[in-house]
Protein backbone atom coordinates (compact mmCIF):
# COMPACT_ATOMS: atom_id res chain seq x y z
CA UNK A 1 0.00 0.00 0.00
CA UNK A 2 2.81 2.50 0.88
CA UNK A 3 4.92 1.67 -2.66
CA UNK A 4 1.52 2.52 -4.25
CA UNK A 5 0.28 5.43 -2.67
CA UNK A 6 4.55 6.98 -3.57
CA UNK A 7 3.57 6.19 -6.89
CA UNK A 8 0.21 7.99 -6.72
CA UNK A 9 1.80 11.02 -5.60
CA UNK A 10 4.84 10.68 -7.86
CA UNK A 11 2.65 10.61 -10.78
CA UNK A 12 0.46 13.35 -9.28
CA UNK A 13 3.55 15.50 -9.18
CA UNK A 14 4.46 14.64 -12.49
CA UNK A 15 1.29 16.18 -13.65
CA UNK A 16 1.42 19.28 -12.27
CA UNK A 17 4.16 20.01 -12.78
CA UNK A 18 3.56 19.04 -16.56
CA UNK A 19 1.26 22.25 -16.63
CA UNK A 20 -1.16 22.78 -19.82
CA UNK A 21 -1.53 26.31 -21.69
CA UNK A 22 -4.27 27.44 -19.49
CA UNK A 23 -2.03 28.15 -16.41
CA UNK A 24 -0.68 30.77 -15.06
CA UNK A 25 3.14 31.31 -15.61
CA UNK A 26 5.70 29.68 -12.90
CA UNK A 27 8.82 30.78 -11.59
CA UNK A 28 11.37 29.27 -13.29
CA UNK A 29 14.69 28.41 -11.95
CA UNK A 30 17.02 30.40 -10.23
CA UNK A 31 19.29 31.14 -13.40
CA UNK A 32 16.52 31.47 -15.85
CA UNK A 33 14.36 34.54 -16.54
CA UNK A 34 10.55 34.99 -15.62
CA UNK A 35 8.03 35.09 -15.33
CA UNK A 36 6.55 36.63 -18.53
CA UNK A 37 3.70 38.01 -18.68
CA UNK A 38 1.94 40.22 -21.01
CA UNK A 39 1.52 44.08 -19.96
CA UNK A 40 -1.34 44.61 -22.06
CA UNK A 41 -3.43 42.06 -23.93
CA UNK A 42 -3.43 42.82 -27.88
CA UNK A 43 -0.90 43.79 -30.62
CA UNK A 44 1.85 46.56 -30.05
CA UNK A 45 2.55 47.11 -33.82
CA UNK A 46 0.17 46.08 -36.72
CA UNK A 47 0.38 45.84 -39.94
CA UNK A 48 -0.16 49.51 -41.55
CA UNK A 49 -1.13 49.19 -44.94
CA UNK A 50 -1.36 53.26 -45.77
CA UNK A 51 2.43 53.35 -45.21
CA UNK A 52 4.15 54.00 -48.66
CA UNK A 53 7.92 53.71 -49.49
CA UNK A 54 9.44 54.88 -53.04
CA UNK A 55 11.41 51.59 -53.26
CA UNK A 56 14.75 51.81 -55.02
CA UNK A 57 14.37 48.38 -56.56
CA UNK A 58 10.62 48.30 -58.21
CA UNK A 59 11.34 52.41 -59.31
CA UNK A 60 7.78 52.90 -57.80
CA UNK A 61 5.56 53.52 -54.34
CA UNK A 62 5.06 50.37 -52.47
CA UNK A 63 2.87 49.77 -49.19
CA UNK A 64 5.80 48.15 -47.50
CA UNK A 65 4.13 47.17 -43.93
CA UNK A 66 0.70 46.41 -45.51
CA UNK A 67 0.32 42.64 -44.60
CA UNK A 68 2.59 42.06 -41.77
CA UNK A 69 4.36 43.10 -38.98
CA UNK A 70 6.60 40.47 -36.88
CA UNK A 71 9.89 39.66 -35.38
CA UNK A 72 11.57 42.34 -33.81
CA UNK A 73 14.92 43.10 -32.50
CA UNK A 74 14.86 45.69 -29.42
CA UNK A 75 17.80 48.40 -27.94
CA UNK A 76 17.96 50.89 -25.46
CA UNK A 77 18.93 54.27 -26.70
CA UNK A 78 18.73 57.48 -24.65
CA UNK A 79 16.53 56.03 -22.38
CA UNK A 80 13.95 54.79 -24.96
CA UNK A 81 13.51 51.46 -26.27
CA UNK A 82 13.56 50.98 -29.91
CA UNK A 83 12.43 48.16 -32.34
CA UNK A 84 13.33 46.81 -35.77
CA UNK A 85 10.84 44.89 -36.90
CA UNK A 86 10.43 43.25 -39.96
CA UNK A 87 7.42 44.17 -42.26
CA UNK A 88 6.07 42.22 -45.30
CA UNK A 89 4.31 44.27 -48.35
CA UNK A 90 1.74 43.33 -50.48
CA UNK A 91 3.55 41.83 -53.49
CA UNK A 92 4.27 38.29 -54.57
CA UNK A 93 1.98 35.47 -53.81
CA UNK A 94 -0.16 34.75 -50.55
CA UNK A 95 2.28 32.11 -49.05
CA UNK A 96 4.97 32.97 -46.17
CA UNK A 97 8.38 33.81 -47.32
CA UNK A 98 6.92 34.84 -50.86
CA UNK A 99 6.57 38.99 -50.38
CA UNK A 100 9.19 41.52 -49.58
CA UNK A 101 10.60 42.19 -46.39
CA UNK A 102 11.88 45.34 -45.11
CA UNK A 103 13.08 46.90 -41.50
CA UNK A 104 10.70 49.69 -40.10
CA UNK A 105 11.82 51.16 -36.41
CA UNK A 106 9.53 52.00 -34.03
CA UNK A 107 10.45 53.97 -30.54
CA UNK A 108 8.79 53.95 -27.22
CA UNK A 109 9.28 56.25 -23.87
CA UNK A 110 7.75 53.30 -22.00
CA UNK A 111 8.51 50.41 -24.11
CA UNK A 112 4.76 49.32 -24.66
CA UNK A 113 3.28 52.22 -27.11
CA UNK A 114 5.05 53.06 -30.70
CA UNK A 115 5.51 55.68 -32.39
CA UNK A 116 7.23 54.11 -36.49
CA UNK A 117 9.18 56.07 -38.61
CA UNK A 118 6.73 56.35 -42.16
CA UNK A 119 9.66 54.67 -44.00
CA UNK A 120 11.83 51.50 -43.43
CA UNK A 121 15.10 52.22 -42.61
CA UNK A 122 16.67 48.98 -43.88
CA UNK A 123 15.64 46.99 -46.95
CA UNK A 124 17.02 45.69 -50.50
CA UNK A 125 18.62 48.04 -52.52
CA UNK A 126 21.26 48.84 -55.41
CA UNK A 127 24.39 47.86 -53.34
CA UNK A 128 26.70 44.47 -52.49
CA UNK A 129 24.10 42.35 -51.14
CA UNK A 130 21.54 42.63 -54.12
CA UNK A 131 21.50 39.38 -55.39
CA UNK A 132 21.23 37.72 -51.76
CA UNK A 133 18.39 40.19 -50.92
CA UNK A 134 16.01 40.66 -53.49
CA UNK A 135 13.12 39.54 -54.57
CA UNK A 136 12.63 38.58 -50.80
CA UNK A 137 14.19 40.68 -48.27
CA UNK A 138 15.79 41.39 -45.15
CA UNK A 139 13.97 39.48 -42.46
CA UNK A 140 14.10 38.57 -38.80
CA UNK A 141 16.65 40.65 -37.28
CA UNK A 142 18.79 40.72 -33.92
CA UNK A 143 20.61 43.92 -32.76
CA UNK A 144 23.41 43.79 -29.94
CA UNK A 145 25.31 47.71 -28.80
CA UNK A 146 29.02 47.27 -29.91
CA UNK A 147 31.43 48.21 -26.86
CA UNK A 148 32.36 51.45 -29.21
CA UNK A 149 28.56 52.40 -29.55
CA UNK A 150 28.29 51.00 -32.73
CA UNK A 151 24.56 48.92 -33.63
CA UNK A 152 25.49 45.58 -35.16
CA UNK A 153 22.81 44.26 -36.93
CA UNK A 154 22.43 40.10 -37.47
CA UNK A 155 19.77 39.21 -40.24
CA UNK A 156 18.45 37.20 -42.86
CA UNK A 157 19.42 37.60 -46.07
CA UNK A 158 16.65 36.15 -48.53
CA UNK A 159 16.63 35.94 -52.39
CA UNK A 160 13.95 33.32 -52.62
CA UNK A 161 16.56 30.36 -53.60
CA UNK A 162 18.77 30.85 -50.57
CA UNK A 163 19.38 32.24 -47.27
CA UNK A 164 22.08 33.65 -45.23
CA UNK A 165 23.06 35.70 -41.91
CA UNK A 166 23.81 39.18 -42.99
CA UNK A 167 25.61 41.64 -40.89
CA UNK A 168 25.28 45.76 -40.82
CA UNK A 169 26.59 48.08 -38.55
CA UNK A 170 25.11 51.64 -37.61
CA UNK A 171 25.68 54.69 -35.22
CA UNK A 172 22.16 56.17 -34.98
CA UNK A 173 19.94 52.51 -36.36
CA UNK A 174 18.76 54.79 -39.31
CA UNK A 175 21.89 55.02 -41.85
CA UNK A 176 23.11 51.60 -42.07
CA UNK A 177 26.19 49.98 -43.94
CA UNK A 178 26.53 46.25 -44.63
CA UNK A 179 28.90 43.58 -44.22
CA UNK A 180 27.69 40.58 -46.30
CA UNK A 181 27.01 37.08 -44.69
CA UNK A 182 28.39 36.15 -41.52
CA UNK A 183 30.13 33.00 -42.17
CA UNK A 184 32.14 35.04 -45.25
CA UNK A 185 31.56 34.97 -48.80
CA UNK A 186 34.09 32.47 -49.95
CA UNK A 187 35.59 29.66 -48.28
CA UNK A 188 33.63 26.66 -46.50
CA UNK A 189 30.47 28.13 -45.59
CA UNK A 190 30.25 30.37 -48.55
CA UNK A 191 27.68 27.91 -50.02
CA UNK A 192 25.74 27.14 -46.49
CA UNK A 193 21.95 27.81 -45.64
CA UNK A 194 21.88 28.88 -42.67
CA UNK A 195 19.63 31.61 -40.45
CA UNK A 196 19.05 33.17 -36.96
CA UNK A 197 21.70 34.60 -34.37
CA UNK A 198 22.33 36.10 -31.65
CA UNK A 199 25.44 38.05 -30.40
CA UNK A 200 26.10 37.16 -26.55
CA UNK A 201 25.89 40.27 -24.37
CA UNK A 202 26.30 41.56 -21.08
CA UNK A 203 24.39 44.13 -18.54
CA UNK A 204 25.55 47.37 -18.27
CA UNK A 205 23.57 49.94 -16.49
CA UNK A 206 20.24 48.89 -18.47
CA UNK A 207 22.29 48.15 -22.03
CA UNK A 208 22.86 44.85 -23.09
CA UNK A 209 26.94 45.62 -24.69
CA UNK A 210 28.51 43.02 -26.74
CA UNK A 211 30.16 40.70 -24.55
CA UNK A 212 34.42 39.45 -25.06
CA UNK A 213 35.25 36.14 -23.41
CA UNK A 214 38.43 35.26 -23.95
CA UNK A 215 39.14 38.05 -25.86
CA UNK A 216 36.68 37.37 -28.38
CA UNK A 217 32.96 38.00 -29.25
CA UNK A 218 30.25 35.03 -29.59
CA UNK A 219 27.29 34.57 -31.56
CA UNK A 220 24.64 31.33 -31.13
CA UNK A 221 23.41 30.27 -34.67
CA UNK A 222 21.21 28.44 -36.68
CA UNK A 223 17.65 26.50 -36.83
CA UNK A 224 17.28 22.65 -36.42
CA UNK A 225 20.64 22.70 -34.67
CA UNK A 226 22.22 25.77 -32.76
CA UNK A 227 25.52 26.04 -33.26
CA UNK A 228 28.22 28.51 -32.13
CA UNK A 229 30.92 31.18 -33.65
CA UNK A 230 33.53 33.53 -32.68
CA UNK A 231 34.68 37.21 -33.91
CA UNK A 232 37.81 39.71 -33.12
CA UNK A 233 35.26 42.53 -34.33
CA UNK A 234 31.93 41.01 -34.21
CA UNK A 235 31.34 41.43 -38.26
CA UNK A 236 34.07 37.84 -39.66
CA UNK A 237 32.58 35.04 -37.82
CA UNK A 238 34.14 31.68 -37.77
CA UNK A 239 32.06 28.85 -36.18
CA UNK A 240 33.64 26.10 -33.58
CA UNK A 241 34.14 22.93 -35.08
CA UNK A 242 33.69 19.56 -34.51
CA UNK A 243 36.37 18.61 -37.48
CA UNK A 244 36.94 21.11 -40.41
CA UNK A 245 34.23 22.09 -42.27
CA UNK A 246 31.49 20.78 -39.36
CA UNK A 247 30.16 23.29 -37.15
CA UNK A 248 29.74 21.74 -33.43
CA UNK A 249 26.10 21.51 -32.68
CA UNK A 250 25.27 22.91 -28.59
CA UNK A 251 21.62 22.56 -29.01
CA UNK A 252 19.03 20.18 -30.68
CA UNK A 253 15.20 18.85 -30.40
CA UNK A 254 14.05 16.60 -27.63
CA UNK A 255 10.96 14.41 -27.92
CA UNK A 256 7.52 15.47 -26.43
CA UNK A 257 8.63 18.46 -25.28
CA UNK A 258 8.09 22.09 -26.59
CA UNK A 259 10.74 21.71 -28.72
CA UNK A 260 10.38 18.22 -29.63
CA UNK A 261 10.66 19.78 -33.51
CA UNK A 262 13.76 21.84 -33.08
CA UNK A 263 15.26 24.85 -31.51
CA UNK A 264 16.32 28.05 -32.88
CA UNK A 265 18.25 30.80 -31.90
CA UNK A 266 16.21 33.57 -30.42
CA UNK A 267 17.35 37.00 -28.60
CA UNK A 268 20.64 37.79 -28.01
CA UNK A 269 22.29 36.21 -25.41
CA UNK A 270 22.69 37.45 -22.18
CA UNK A 271 25.85 36.79 -19.34
CA UNK A 272 24.67 36.27 -15.90
CA UNK A 273 26.37 35.49 -12.76
CA UNK A 274 25.70 31.65 -13.57
CA UNK A 275 26.86 31.76 -16.95
CA UNK A 276 25.23 32.45 -20.94
CA UNK A 277 21.54 32.85 -21.01
CA UNK A 278 20.36 31.21 -24.43
CA UNK A 279 16.59 32.52 -25.17
CA UNK A 280 15.58 30.58 -28.30
CA UNK A 281 12.03 29.35 -29.92
CA UNK A 282 11.37 26.14 -29.79
CA UNK A 283 9.21 24.51 -33.01
CA UNK A 284 6.88 22.07 -31.73
CA UNK A 285 6.97 18.48 -33.56
CA UNK A 286 4.15 17.72 -35.89
CA UNK A 287 1.39 15.60 -34.60
CA UNK A 288 3.06 11.48 -35.16
CA UNK A 289 6.65 12.70 -34.64
CA UNK A 290 6.68 12.97 -30.30
CA UNK A 291 4.82 16.53 -30.19
CA UNK A 292 4.62 18.81 -26.65
CA UNK A 293 1.13 17.06 -26.08
CA UNK A 294 -0.15 20.33 -24.17
CA UNK A 295 0.95 22.41 -27.37
CA UNK A 296 -0.27 22.97 -31.14
CA UNK A 297 1.48 20.65 -33.73
CA UNK A 298 4.06 23.20 -35.19
CA UNK A 299 3.78 26.12 -32.33
CA UNK A 300 6.70 27.79 -31.61
CA UNK A 301 7.53 28.71 -27.64
CA UNK A 302 10.45 30.51 -26.10
CA UNK A 303 12.70 28.26 -24.39
CA UNK A 304 15.35 29.05 -22.30
CA UNK A 305 18.90 27.64 -21.88
CA UNK A 306 22.36 28.01 -19.61
CA UNK A 307 25.52 27.78 -21.47
CA UNK A 308 29.07 27.66 -19.33
CA UNK A 309 30.44 31.26 -19.39
CA UNK A 310 34.05 29.94 -19.34
CA UNK A 311 33.13 27.18 -21.88
CA UNK A 312 30.44 28.50 -24.58
CA UNK A 313 29.71 25.54 -26.36
CA UNK A 314 28.97 23.56 -22.83
CA UNK A 315 25.29 23.27 -22.05
CA UNK A 316 24.73 23.44 -18.62
CA UNK A 317 20.67 23.61 -18.06
CA UNK A 318 17.65 23.73 -19.89
CA UNK A 319 14.32 24.09 -19.15
CA UNK A 320 11.88 21.48 -19.96
CA UNK A 321 8.64 23.74 -19.93
CA UNK A 322 8.50 26.87 -22.38
CA UNK A 323 8.53 30.42 -20.60
CA UNK A 324 6.26 32.16 -22.98
CA UNK A 325 3.96 30.42 -25.57
CA UNK A 326 0.75 30.82 -28.13
CA UNK A 327 -2.41 31.63 -26.15
CA UNK A 328 -4.13 34.53 -27.38
CA UNK A 329 -5.65 34.99 -30.41
CA UNK A 330 -3.15 37.08 -32.09
CA UNK A 331 -0.71 34.84 -31.38
CA UNK A 332 -2.40 31.97 -32.81
CA UNK A 333 -4.12 33.22 -35.84
CA UNK A 334 -2.39 34.98 -38.78
CA UNK A 335 -0.66 33.93 -41.93
CA UNK A 336 1.01 31.54 -39.82
CA UNK A 337 -2.09 29.45 -38.35
CA UNK A 338 0.12 27.11 -35.65
CA UNK A 339 0.66 29.85 -33.80
CA UNK A 340 4.12 31.92 -32.66
CA UNK A 341 5.05 33.58 -29.30
CA UNK A 342 8.85 34.07 -31.55
CA UNK A 343 11.30 36.05 -29.42
CA UNK A 344 13.83 38.23 -31.08
CA UNK A 345 14.26 41.62 -28.85
CA UNK A 346 15.29 41.22 -25.44
CA UNK A 347 15.81 44.46 -23.11
CA UNK A 348 16.50 45.42 -19.95
CA UNK A 349 14.49 48.86 -19.51
CA UNK A 350 13.11 50.29 -15.95
CA UNK A 351 14.05 47.58 -13.83
CA UNK A 352 12.56 44.99 -16.08
CA UNK A 353 13.10 42.64 -19.03
CA UNK A 354 10.96 43.32 -22.32
CA UNK A 355 10.68 40.14 -24.42
CA UNK A 356 9.60 41.70 -27.98
CA UNK A 357 8.25 38.40 -30.03
CA UNK A 358 6.28 37.86 -33.42
CA UNK A 359 2.90 36.68 -33.44
CA UNK A 360 1.77 34.01 -35.72
CA UNK A 361 3.99 35.81 -38.57
CA UNK A 362 1.91 38.55 -38.29
CA UNK A 363 1.99 41.24 -35.55
CA UNK A 364 4.92 42.23 -32.70
CA UNK A 365 3.93 42.00 -29.17
CA UNK A 366 5.60 42.10 -25.78
CA UNK A 367 5.93 40.49 -22.52
CA UNK A 368 8.06 41.57 -19.42
CA UNK A 369 9.71 39.67 -16.66
CA UNK A 370 11.49 40.80 -12.83
CA UNK A 371 14.58 42.24 -13.73
CA UNK A 372 16.39 39.88 -11.34
CA UNK A 373 19.11 38.69 -13.04
CA UNK A 374 20.38 42.34 -14.43
CA UNK A 375 23.43 42.70 -13.24
CA UNK A 376 27.13 43.84 -14.15
CA UNK A 377 28.78 40.95 -14.55
CA UNK A 378 32.58 40.50 -15.27
CA UNK A 379 33.58 38.64 -18.35
CA UNK A 380 36.31 35.96 -18.82
Given at each position: ?35 FTRPVDEPILKPRPESVFQDPLRKEPVHWEALHTFNPAAVVRDGKVFVLY ?295
Amino acid sequence: MRLRLLLISALAVAIASRGNSQTPPTAPQDWALGPFTRPVDEPILKPRPESVFQDPLRKEPVHWEALHTFNPAAVVRDGKVFVLYRAEDDSGTMQIGMHTSRLGLAESEDGIHFTRRPEPVFYPAEDSQKSREWPGGVEDPRIVEAPDGTYVLTYTQWNRKTYTIGVATSRDLIHWTKHGPALGETGPYANLMYKSSGIVTRPDHGRLIAARIHGKFWMYWGEIQVRVASSPDLIHWTPVEESPGKPMVVLENRPDLFDSGFPEVGTPPVLTRQGILVLYNGKNAELGKNPDPDLGAGAYSVGQALFDVNHPTRLLHRLDQPSLHPEKSYERSGQYAAGTTFGEGLVFFRGQWFLYYGCADSFVAVATAPGGAAVNVPTP
